[in-house]
């Protein structure tokens, strides 16, 4: 089976695990950015079927600060860190000219490091990228009832397999591929150091990234946007954040419906039959749109 390499990068004095699928294809590396809670490996089944279509396409997948095997510090405000994060471990494997690809927060990150590093990206393919509507910069935020179900997430687990078969029938990962589930599972804990394992994203540092994501800073974004000038394709699920509430809230889009126009060069797809978990529902269909190249 295509197995990438594992990688461990200091980019800036901090430690990231990058996993490099390498290729010799002429095609521009693919770079990919995990959302809120998950890791790198959750792309293994999108980057395998990319180079069914694509054979020996390079793919890279970082782990985000604080997820997985990555630098778990971070600032109190992680979302501009994280496209700088993305700016130092790129200029470290010395990559540029990329096709970056992010989902939710890891979206939000590629067009922030794509922005301050004119170059590092061709083109970006952003899945229900986390920009919210623009007013909701410092007029917003996550509701608490939902900021204290993510602390309390359980965090001790016997093995990969126990968590696994807990997830497989429980929203959202029920309607995940049982592929990307058993991905996540495999490659999301670490050991506890009691004979057990925990998450390698823990419940805080996700619970941190909801709480500070609507920050009035964080509204820089779309001066970000703004300046980008390259290809966007902005792929959002069919679920509207809008009125949504509870569990309903974390499968619907947290992507502006207007974003696509706020770039200089995008398109705007709406995927109607999938959740906010795209890469994680449909990998095929991500990887088709990947390969179709950047919008005209």
Not at 111 to 131: Q, S
């Amino acid at each position: 089976m295509d197995q990438p390499v594992t990688r461990f990068v200091d980019a800036a004095g901090a430690a990231f695990c990058v996993y490099d699928w390498p290729g010799a294809s002429p095609l521009p590396p693919v770079v990919f950015c995990h959302a809120t809670s998950f890791h790198a490996r959750v792309w293994d089944q999108t980057i395998r079927a990319l180079r069914t279509l694509q054979p020996g396409r390079r793919c890279l997948a970082l782990d985000t600060r604080g997820h997985g095997r990555s630098v778990k510090e971070g600032p109190p405000n992680p979302w501009p860190q994280a496209g700088r994060d993305l700016i130092d471990v790129m200029g470290a494997l010395n990559l540029s000219g990329a096709l970056g690809v992010g989902h939710s927060f890891g979206g939000h990150a590629l067009i922030r490091g794509a922005a301050a590093a004119p170059g590092l990206f061709n083109a970006v393919v952003l899945l229900d990228p986390t920009v919210f509507i623009r007013h909701a910069y410092g007029g917003w935020r996550m509701p608490e009832a939902m900021i204290a179900v993510t602390r309390k997430r359980r965090n001790q687990w016997a093995s990969a397999d126990e968590m696994f078969e807990r997830f497989a029938s429980r929203s959202p990962f029920s309607r995940w591929r049982p592929a990307v589930l058993r991905d996540y599972c495999d490659y999301g804990l670490e050991p506890d150091g009691a004979g057990g394992f925990r998450l390698a994203c823990a419940p805080e540092t996700e619970a941190g990234i909801y709480t500070t994501g609507s920050l009035p800073e964080n509204g820089a974004i779309y001066a970000d946007v703004a300046a980008l000038d390259i290809p966007a394709r902005v792929i959002r699920c069919g679920i509207a954040r809008h009125g949504a509430e509870g569990a309903e809230m974390m499968l619907s889009s947290p992507t502006a419906p207007d974003l696509a126009a706020h770039f200089k060069h995008a398109e705007d797809v709406v995927l109607a039959d999938t959740s906010h978990f795209i890469p994680m529902e449909a990998p095929e269909r991500v990887a088709a749109l990947i390969a179709s190249g950047p919008p005209a």
